[in-house]
C-alpha cells in the first residue's frame, strides 16, 4: 500500500494548538496520531472529527473537558491529520474505516468513553457503539448522523459533486465556509496543514461518496447498526446546530428511536456546519450532561 505520512514541519506553529503528537500502529502498519490529555484513570471523551477536518477541530474543546475533570482523546482518522494517509482511492471504504478506528480503541483498550460527535465523526462512531457498546457509556451527538439511503439533501449533493469534480479542493476555505464566526487565516492555514499535495488529499475528496445516502453499498450495515442502536439504553444526547442547512432537523431521526434518548436535556447549539468553532462552550456543557446523567443512572 502506498502511504503519504504529512512531513512533521508542516504543524510547525500551529495557532491554539500546545498539544504533544502521540502515535499508535494498527495492524497493516497503518499509524494513527492522536491527541490524548487529560488523568490516565479519567472517564475517557471519544471526540471523532469529520470530513475534511482532523483534531484541531477540537482545540477549544480540550482544555475545557479536562479541566471539567475527562480525558479527552482525539484522533485523527486515517487518510486526514498526522496518521497516514493511503494514496490509493481502492484502499477507502466506510467500512474500513470503521474498522481502523475499532483496532486503534481496542489497541489502546479505551473503555466507559463518551462519544463526541460530528460530521463523518458520527456516521463512524455510531458505526462503532453499535458494535462495541460495551466499551461506551453515552454519547453527545452534534451535526451528524446515520443515513440508511435516505434520499441526499440538496445541499449535501452540492457538496458531493463539488468534492469529485472541483479542480481545487481548498480544505481550509472550505472548513471555514462551513462555520458561522470567521476563521483567520491562521486557523484555515492549520486546516490546510494536513493537506501538502494534491494527492494527500484523497480521502477528503473521496469520503462525500460513501455517504449512505440513496443506493450505495454500506446501507445494510447502516441498518444492522440502527438494530443495535435501537437497544442501546446508555445516555444518548443530540445537540444538533441552529445555522447547519446539511443537518439541521437530523435530531428527530434519534430522539425516541435510541432508547438512550428519553429523558436527557437535548439542546440546541449556536453556529454553523462545524459546531466545535462556533460553540465549543455548548458542546462541552452536552458533554457533561451524558456523563451526569451516566452518574445518575449508576446511583439509581
Not at 449512505?212 to 454500506?218: C, K
Not at 439542546?267 to 462541552?284: N, S, W, Y
Not at 457533561?288 to 439509581?300: F, L, T
Request: hydrophobic letters at 45%.
Amino acid at each position: 500500500m502506498r502511504v503519504y505520512r504529512t512531513p512533521d514541519e508542516c504543524f510547525a506553529g500551529l495557532t491554539d494548538w500546545p498539544f504533544a503528537p502521540r502515535y499508535t500502529e494498527i495492524a497493516g502498519g497503518l499509524r494513527v496520531h492522536y491527541v490524548d490529555e487529560g488523568a490516565a484513570d479519567a472517564q475517557p471523551v471519544l471526540m471523532l472529527h469529520g470530513e475534511p477536518t482532523w483534531s484541531y477541530l477540537y482545540r477549544h474543546m480540550i482544555g475545557p473537558a479536562v479541566r471539567a475533570g475527562f480525558r479527552a482523546v482525539a484522533p485523527d482518522l486515517i487518510g486526514f491529520g498526522r496518521s497516514d494517509k493511503p494514496l490509493d482511492r481502492s484502499a477507502y471504504s466506510y467500512a474500513q474505516q470503521v474498522a481502523w478506528m475499532r483496532a486503534w480503541i481496542e489497541t489502546l483498550d479505551l473503555r466507559n468513553m463518551i462519544l463526541v460527535c460530528q460530521d463523518w465523526g458520527s456516521l463512524i462512531g455510531l458505526r462503532l457503539v453499535a458494535e462495541m457498546p460495551e466499551r461506551f457509556a453515552g454519547v453527545a451527538l452534534s451535526n451528524g448522523g446515520l443515513p440508511e439511503g435516505q434520499a441526499a439533501p440538496r445541499a449535501f449533493a452540492i457538496w458531493r459533486a463539488f468534492s469529485r469534480y472541483s479542480p481545487l479542493f481548498p480544505i481550509g476555505r472550505i472548513v471555514k465556509a462551513g462555520t458561522k464566526r470567521p476563521l483567520s487565516a491562521e486557523e484555515i492555514a492549520a486546516y490546510d496543514a494536513p493537506f501538502p499535495t494534491r494527492a494527500s488529499k484523497v480521502a477528503a475528496r473521496i469520503y462525500p461518496s460513501f455517504v449512505p445516502l440513496g443506493d450505495n453499498v454500506a446501507v445494510p450495515d447502516q441498518k444492522r447498526a440502527w438494530a443495535a442502536l435501537e437497544r442501546f439504553d446508555k445516555p444518548f444526547l443530540c445537540c444538533f446546530s441552529d445555522g447547519d442547512p446539511i443537518t439541521r432537523g437530523g435530531d428527530a431521526l434519534f430522539l425516541g428511536r435510541v432508547p438512550g434518548t428519553a429523558g436527557m436535556p437535548h439542546r440546541t447549539l449556536k453556529g454553523g456546519h462545524f459546531i466545535q468553532e462556533d460553540d465549543p462552550a455548548g458542546f462541552v456543557s452536552a458533554i457533561e450532561a451524558v456523563a451526569a446523567a451516566g452518574r445518575g443512572a449508576s446511583a439509581g
